[in-house]
C-alpha cells in the first residue's frame, strides 16, 4: 500500500483525461466494529481507486489487510485536522479523471466524520458521486433501541459545555421524532444528566454501547435512571437513542412541568420573559398560565422552611 506522496503526483484514469471526462468519488462504510460485516464492494474498490483518500491511514491499513485486499492506487490521509487544505487537492485529482475512494474510521463518510466539504466541493464541479453502502452506528442504534423508528433526527455530538449542550437540548425539547447522539465515553453521564433536566427523568432511552463488537451492550430505560447507571463509568464507543417528546394537548402539561421547562431555558441563557412565551407555546397554554405558574412556584420556594 502506497503512502503520501508529493502534490501532484497521484496517479489518474489516463483514458478519462484525454477524453476530458472527470472522475468519480466513492464514500466508501466501513464496519463499525465486526470485520465481517465489510460491505461486498468494499474490497473491489480498495484495489480498483486511483486515490484512497481515509481519516486513519493506520486503520486503513489494519483493514485492507483484515479484507486480504491490496491498494494500488495513491492512499493519504483525509481527517478533521486537514479537512479543508486537502479537499482542493482531491477535488483536482478527480477533475483529471481520477476514481477517489474515501473511508473513515467506521460507518459512512461525512455523517459525523469527514467528508461533507469534498461531497460539496465535488457536486459544485459537476464532479459523479456514489457510495458503497454500508454499516452505520445510527441506524444499527435506532433498530436495536426499541424506540420508534418511522421518524427519527440524527443529532450528532452536543457541545461540551454544559451551558451549551442545554442549549443544545432545549432546541429540541418538543421533537416528537426520535432523537440519536454520539457521545465520548467519558461524558456520557453527564449528558444523560442534561437530556434527564430537559427532556424529563422518565423519558425513554437506549444507550447503545460498542456495537457489533464482542462487548455490545444496549441499556434501555428512563433518562434519569440511566444517567445514575452511567455515572459508575462507560466505556467504548457510545450512541444514544431517546424518544421523542408526545403529543401535548392544551393542559396536558402541569405547571410543575411548565415551571421547569421554563428554569431549564433560563440556565441556557434565555430571558424569562422569551422563555415563558416559548414554553406556552410548546405546551399550546396561554403565556398568563405560565408565569402564574413560575411565580408561584417562586413564592412557595421563599416560604419553605
Not at 90 to 113: F, K, Q
Not at 144 to 149: A, Q, R
Request: with cysteine; glycine share 10%; hydrophobic share 45%.
Amino acid at each position: 500500500m502506497t503512502t503520501d506522496q508529493p502534490h501532484g503526483t497521484e496517479p489518474t484514469s489516463t483514458a478519462a483525461a484525454a477524453e476530458g471526462l472527470t472522475g468519480t468519488l466513492v464514500l466508501a462504510g466501513t464496519p463499525i466494529g465486526d470485520l465481517a460485516d465489510a460491505p461486498p464492494r468494499l474490497a473491489a474498490e480498495l484495489e480498483r481507486a486511483d486515490v484512497v483518500a481515509a481519516e486513519d491511514t493506520r486503520r486503513l491499513r489494519r483493514l485492507t489487510q483484515g479484507l486480504g485486499v491490496h491498494t494500488t492506487g495513491r492512499v493519504l490521509s483525509y481527517f478533521e485536522g486537514n479537512e479543508s487544505a486537502r479537499t482542493p487537492e482531491l477535488v483536482e485529482a478527480l477533475a483529471g479523471g481520477a476514481r477517489v475512494l474515501l473511508v473513515t474510521d467506521a460507518g459512512m463518510p461525512s455523517v459525523s466524520d469527514p467528508g461533507y466539504r469534498l461531497v460539496a466541493a465535488a457536486v459544485e464541479k459537476d464532479i459523479k458521486v456514489t457510495a458503497v453502502p454500508g454499516p452505520s452506528a445510527v441506524l444499527t442504534a435506532l433498530a436495536l433501541s426499541g424506540l420508534p423508528v418511522d421518524r427519527f433526527c440524527f443529532e450528532g455530538f452536543l457541545p461540551r459545555k454544559a451551558g451549551e449542550r442545554l442549549g443544545r437540548l432545549r432546541e429540541v425539547e418538543a421533537e416528537r421524532r426520535t432523537l440519536v447522539y454520539f457521545e465520548a465515553p467519558h461524558r456520557l453521564d453527564a449528558t444523560l444528566a442534561a437530556m434527564a433536566e430537559v427532556f424529563g427523568a422518565e423519558r425513554r432511552a437506549a444507550v447503545c454501547r460498542e456495537l457489533t463488537k464482542t462487548y455490545e451492550e444496549v441499556k434501555r430505560g428512563g433518562l434519569g435512571e440511566l444517567a445514575a447507571w452511567a455515572a459508575e463509568g462507560v466505556r467504548g464507543e457510545i450512541t444514544v437513542v431517546v424518544e421523542g417528546a408526545p403529543a401535548a394537548g392544551p393542559g396536558d402539561v402541569d405547571d410543575e412541568e411548565l415551571v421547569r421547562r421554563v428554569r431549564v431555558r433560563e440556565e441556557a441563557g434565555e430571558r424569562r420573559k422569551e422563555a415563558i412565551a416559548a414554553v406556552a407555546a410548546e405546551a399550546g397554554v396561554p403565556k398568563r398560565d405560565v408565569f402564574d405558574a413560575v411565580v408561584a412556584a417562586k413564592n412557595a420556594a421563599q416560604k419553605a422552611p
